[in-house]
């Protein structure tokens, strides 16, 4: 997959590949969410969506955000 690679060439030191990782991201996010839209998913279903995760997240995670 070209955005874990981009990511990789990143950890090499490979500055200028940040930008290409952060493009593929955006990319698999369209796309993520596109699908989902198709899927019946409005904005408020995926807003609620995401808060479930994220509270799930945190609750694994102790509480915290980001590890």
């Known amino acids: ?21 952060a493009y593929e991201c955006t990319d698999l996010i369209t796309a993520t969410v596109s699908t989902m839209e198709h899927a019946g998913y409005d904005i408020d279903a995926r807003r609620k969506l995401q808060h479930t995760v994220n509270q799930s997240n945190a609750k694994r995670d102790g509480g915290r955000w980001f590890k």
């Open 1 to 21: 997959m070209v955005m874990t690679e981009e990511y990789k060439a990143f950890r090499r030191g490979n500055t200028g590949a940040i930008d290409r990782f």
